[in-house]
């Protein structure tokens, strides 16, 4: 079964911010079909942008893919309606550029914010939940009229609070209930959440519209101790066929290795495009 394999283009980097446009090349040069970049950083550049990366994408025949996790101050599982209602807006003025560039997958934190701390002052997270749910019921049909889908992920407890396991996200996207919605799962946090990667993935089901990549420590595919095979059987099972995006993060520096808490290079002195090359191959020929 084919599976697009894709990369995170910030492996590559520090900064969310950066110029998109090398890493079309990079990764197929890799021997990627794919490469996933930040929705948001996009929607805030020019169309002129926008189209640039679309139209390089199209000429090397890769696709393209987003990621992203909210800022506080668009935080759409907020109590107070003024940050929540901004979140919205904000979250369709991401959905509106990732349009002008084909539309397609947004996936990550774009259910609640990221990197996130429970609230003190609360012991139960259903009120957070339900204005989740409330912004997701309007941003889900406003994606679909534009093409593109939002993939909540599931994250581990020491970054976010709202969806940590497969189970939490199935009875969110049941309850927003919109193919506008659906589940990214991570083999990452999985390793950190679920009893079962291989049952996760299969309970996930049809609502399963990509999965992350990566080893327990953050390293590539390959490098480490995730059981590969069991992750196969679950994906054939349920007849996958979304992209295979892997997320490593291996050295530390700037705000994204803040973000991912990385704090000290994982491989000393990497040669971050053979092991990208060499984990491609690997996921190739392990996952699809």
Same mark, same amino acid.
């Given at each position: 079964?084919?599976?697009?394999?894709?990369?995170?283009?910030?492996?590559?980097?520090?900064?969310?911010?950066?110029?998109?446009?090398?890493?079309?090349?990079?990764?197929?040069?890799?021997?990627?079909?794919?490469?996933?970049?930040?929705?948001?950083?996009?929607?805030?550049?020019?169309?002129?942008?926008?189209?640039?990366?679309?139209?390089?994408?199209?000429?090397?025949?890769?696709?393209?893919?987003?990621?992203?996790?909210?800022?506080?101050?668009?935080?759409?599982?907020?109590?107070?309606?003024?940050?929540?209602?901004?979140?919205?807006?904000?979250?369709?003025?991401?959905?509106?550029?990732?349009?002008?560039? !084909?539309?397609?997958?947004?996936? !990550?934190?774009?259910?609640?914010?990221?990197?996130?701390?429970?609230?003190?002052?609360?012991?139960?997270?259903?009120?957070?939940?339900?204005?989740?749910?409330?912004?997701?019921?309007?941003?889900?049909?406003?994606?679909v009229d534009h093409g593109v889908?939002?993939?909540?992920?599931?994250?581990?407890?020491?970054?976010?609070?709202?969806?940590?396991?497969?189970?939490?996200?199935?009875?969110?996207?049941?309850?927003?209930?919109?193919?506008?919605?659906?589940?990214?799962?991570?083999?990452?946090?999985?390793?950190?959440?679920?009893?079962?990667?291989?049952?996760?993935?299969?309970k996930a089901g049809k609502h399963?519209?990509?999965?992350?990549?990566?080893?327990?420590?953050?390293?590539?595919?390959?490098?480490?101790?995730?059981?590969?095979?069991?992750?196969?059987?679950?994906?054939?099972?349920?007849?996958?066929?979304g992209p295979l995006v892997m997320?490593?993060?291996?050295?530390? !520096?700037?705000?994204?290795?803040?973000?991912?808490?990385?704090?000290?290079?994982?491989?000393?002195?990497?040669?971050?495009?053979?092991?990208?090359?060499?984990?491609?191959?690997?996921?190739?020929?392990?996952?699809?």
């Open positions: 079964m084919h599976r697009p394999v894709g990369i995170f283009y910030a492996y590559w980097v520090h900064e969310w911010d950066v110029d998109f446009l090398p890493f079309i090349d990079k990764a197929k040069r890799l021997g990627f079909d794919l490469v996933e970049l930040h929705a948001a950083v996009l929607a805030a550049r020019n169309s002129d942008y926008r189209h640039r990366i679309k139209e390089k994408a199209d000429k090397e025949g890769m696709l393209l893919s987003y990621g992203m996790g909210l800022d506080k101050e668009y935080d759409l599982s907020s109590l107070n309606e003024q940050v929540r209602q901004g979140g919205v807006e904000f979250m369709k003025k991401v959905i509106l550029g990732v349009e002008e560039m !084909g539309g397609g997958l947004i996936s !990550g934190t774009v259910h609640s914010y990221w990197p996130a701390v429970f609230p003190k002052d609360m012991n139960t997270k259903v009120p957070l939940l339900k204005q989740s749910i409330k912004s997701m019921k309007e941003l889900a049909p406003f994606a889908m939002l993939n909540v992920e599931v994250i581990n407890r020491f970054e976010q609070f709202l969806i940590n396991t497969c189970d939490e996200a199935l009875a969110y996207v049941k309850e927003v209930n919109s193919p506008g919605c659906n589940i990214l799962l991570d083999t990452f946090h999985m390793n950190i959440e679920e009893d079962s990667l291989g049952d996760a993935i299969r399963l519209a990509a999965l992350h990549l990566g080893e327990p420590n953050r390293k590539l595919p390959g490098m480490g101790r995730q059981p590969w095979g069991e992750i196969k059987k679950a994906l054939d099972a349920i007849n996958f066929s997320e490593p993060f291996i050295t530390q !520096g700037g705000s994204i290795g803040r973000a991912v808490a990385v704090w000290r290079d994982i491989v000393t002195n990497p040669d971050m495009d053979a092991l990208a090359e060499k984990s491609a191959a690997f996921v190739k020929a392990n996952l699809r």
